[in-house]
């Protein structure tokens, strides 16, 4: 893993317009990603983690210039993205792909595998002649443990596990720097899940790739994380090195998640202390004043409802809350 960084993300903000009536006339807007910043060292997994509509795939879409970016900046490979056009991004696109969640819905049924898989090299100009192609198309599959002959199947004759290796070798195809995974075991069965996992970090060794990782599932994240932030209502309130955020996490609802996750020992189970989050997710629409997660918070002050917390950092970890001034 090297010290430079292959991406910089700097106050990201992402809004999307809230519309009523027949004419779409609008009347609002919702801050989905609001001042997001983070960076990803060459070689690194980075995960993004949080309840769902937390903004986590929102910023992997911006990342991608997949959605369009309000404010802030966007570094990739030394190179200023946020304002690029869709041509200036096509290069760009070669060097960063994504897997999606669902392996079912992100596959063409009508195609066979071997296509899809050497779509990217068709669409930009890199398939060269055909041996070439099939030779590469060969390769990719056998690098993410498919059977040469199964190039002339389609997407229905595979499990689901199959598909996401399907996916995992599309992704591969132009030799990228930057993968995005945006919950690539979710929709799996938890047999496949490690499989899948296991997959990706090998891959990760020999290719020497970096991944920013979205997911819900701490279990996951904490086996194949370099390091985590946690989004709460389009913000990071806590980052830090997977150690340190598993072992000793600080934000109030970074304790509350973790303590989410069962423990395999039944002992160990009822011997941890209740972690609880109360109340419901507020509307990203009217979010609260203040610290946005004073309203299910435990420890909050009446500071929390007045005033947002800066991002500050207390020895390894990085986090926007008062009980941390």
């Known amino acids: ?15 999307f317009p809230v519309t ?22 060459r070689g690194e997994t980075f995960s993004l983690v949080g309840e769902s509509g937390c ?25 200023d993205i946020t304002h690029h056009s869709p041509a200036q991004m096509r290069g760009i696109r070669r060097k960063m792909q994504m897997v999606y969640q669902d392996p079912f819905g992100s596959l063409n049924p009508r195609m ?7 779509e990217p ?40 596990g199959q598909r996401q290796r399907i996916c995992i070798a599309r992704a591969l195809a ?29 891959l990760q060794e020999r290719l020497g790739l970096t991944y920013l990782f979205i997911a819900h599932d701490l279990s996951v994240v904490r086996h194949i994380s370099n390091r985590v932030a946690v989004m709460y209502l389009g913000k990071i309130v806590e980052e830090a090195d997977r150690d340190t955020l598993f072992q000793t996490p600080k934000h109030p609802y970074t304790k509350a998640l973790l303590a989410a996750v069962p423990e395999a020992d039944p002992e160990l189970e009822a011997q941890r202390a209740e972690q609880l989050i109360i109340g419901e997710i507020p509307s990203l629409r009217s979010p609260p ?4 997660f004073h309203t299910r918070c435990v420890d909050a002050m009446p500071i929390c409802q007045q005033q947002a917390p800066d991002r500050t950092t207390d020895g390894a970890s990085t986090l926007a809350c008062h009980l941390y001034p």
């Open 1 to 15: 893993m090297s010290d430079s960084n292959i991406l910089e993300v700097r106050d990201l903000q992402v809004h």
């Open 20 to 41: 009523e009536g027949l004419l779409k006339r609008q009347v609002g807007s919702i801050a989905a990603v609001n001042g997001v910043s983070f960076h990803i060292k």
């Open 55 to 79: 903004g986590k795939s929102t910023t992997a879409l911006s990342v991608l210039k997949m959605e369009s970016v309000l404010g802030g900046q966007i570094i990739f490979d030394g190179e």
């Open 112 to 118: 066979k595998v071997g296509s899809i898989i050497g």
């Open 121 to 160: 090299l068709r669409v930009h100009g890199m398939a060269g002649d055909k041996a070439q192609y099939h030779a590469r198309i060969k390769s990719l599959m056998k690098t993410v443990g498919l059977l040469e002959d199964m190039a002339e199947r389609y997407p229905h004759e595979f499990s689901g």
């Open 174 to 202: 132009l030799d990228p720097k930057l993968i995005i995974c945006d919950e690539p075991v979710s929709a799996l069965d938890v047999s496949i899940q490690a499989q899948v996992v296991n997959l990706l970090m090998d």
């Open 289 to 292: 004043s203040g610290c946005t």
